[in-house]
């Protein structure tokens, strides 16, 4: 089945780095774009970060532009989130995500929190 299992969270100072991953499997993980998202305590989920399915494109939101990096390993089945220079209002719980035709798919979340 398909499953998606991300990683990499935690507490970080404001300034700080993290490396967030989620592993694919039970699909064809080449074949699809992928996504990032997040969602802040009393607030709708929202996009991130994006990648085709060979990873020759990306696009963010502008918030994160200039300091978040998506990128995939089609061998080893995952996509990351490089996230710079966090800030507190990155708080959030981050969820990778991919759609097909008939159904979106969401993994389990990780928690980013940013504080001092």
């Known amino acids: 089945q398909v499953q998606l299992v991300e990683s990499g969270g935690g507490l970080v100072q404001p300034g700080g780095s993290l490396r967030l991953s989620c592993a694919a499997s039970g699909f064809s993980f080449s074949s699809y774009g992928m996504s990032w998202y997040r969602q802040a305590p009393g607030k709708e989920r929202e996009l991130v970060a994006t990648?085709?399915?060979?990873?020759?494109?990306?696009n963010y939101a502008d918030s994160v532009k200039g300091r978040f990096t998506i990128s995939r390993d089609n061998a080893k089945n995952t996509v990351d989130l490089q996230m710079n220079s966090l800030k507190p209002e990155d708080t959030a719980v981050y969820y990778c995500?991919?759609?097909?035709?008939?159904?979106?798919?969401w993994g389990q979340g990780t928690q980013v929190t940013v504080s001092s």
């Open positions: 995500n991919f759609v097909t035709w008939s159904r979106i798919y």
């Open positions: 990648i085709t399915n060979a990873g020759g494109s990306t």
